[in-house]
């Protein structure tokens, strides 16, 4: 099936960093999703992003709608360890078919 | 907020046998339900979309005969992996479009395990 690339594939970082992660694509999406999972769980949604160039924050996270709209990134500003877990971005299509990324596994250390 | 319910959440069977996940929208009615599965340590991979009242629409590669999609009403859609074998084990996702609002929820997640 497809899949977005995302990058980093994994971070080891310590508290108080910021992070950064981004994905990419070869197709357009019309909409940008962040999810964060923990596991054995669902995703819960971050952010979603609707316009290319669109910049959103919630609290610590920001993300931004590529210009392209081939591509997204998401920022953590100041992590604490509860933001361990797995990010997958997600490109929409129509119908509210969700394509994933590959995953950002976060490793926050005290 | 709008929850997705899924049962069982987890699940042991044996080779050979059928086993149904149910998915529930429990405070809205769904129109499109979809079906995702994910392996250990990798990302969730779209199987069908499910639609109210009719046939769901399986992504490339998926089995339809396998796994079998039935969306009978507004809130709940079912899931049967048939003859499960140990290579279905995986973690199953579904997630509902709200008919109101078209906000997207995840249910909890059903892990399946096929001895």
């Known amino acids: 099936g497809q899949q977005l690339n995302q990058s980093p594939q994994s971070m080891f970082i310590q508290e108080g960093e910021d992070v950064s992660m981004n994905c990419t694509s070869s197709s357009i999406f019309n909409t940008w999703l962040w999810y964060k999972q923990d596991p054995g769980e669902g995703p819960v949604l971050l952010i979603a992003?609707?316009?290319?160039?669109e910049l959103t924050s919630n609290g610590r996270l920001t993300a931004q709608f590529g210009i392209t709209r081939k591509d997204s990134f998401l920022n953590i500003s100041a992590s604490i360890p509860s933001d361990v877990g797995i990010y997958f971005c997600a490109g929409q299509l129509r119908t509210d078919k969700l394509i994933f990324g590959t995953g950002t596994r976060l490793q926050v250390f005290p | 907020g709008a929850v997705v319910s899924q049962h069982p959440s987890r699940v042991i069977c044996k080779s050979g046998t059928s086993v149904k996940i149910e998915c529930r929208s429990l405070?809205?009615?769904?129109?499109?339900m979809f079906w995702y599965r994910q392996f250990p340590k990798q990302s969730l991979m779209l199987m069908a979309t499910?639609?109210?009242?009719?046939?769901?629409?399986?992504e490339q590669g998926v089995e339809k005969d396998k796994f079998l999609i039935n969306h009978a009403s507004l809130t709940l859609s079912t899931l049967t992996v048939t003859s499960a074998h140990p290579e279905d084990s995986s973690f199953y996702i579904c997630s509902a479009t709200s008919q109101n609002t078209g906000e997207l929820f995840f249910g909890e997640g059903s892990r399946l395990t096929v001895l």
């Open positions: 499910s639609n109210e009242g009719s046939k769901a629409t399986y």
């Open positions: 992003l609707y316009k290319a160039g």
């Open positions: 405070d809205f009615q769904a129109t499109t």
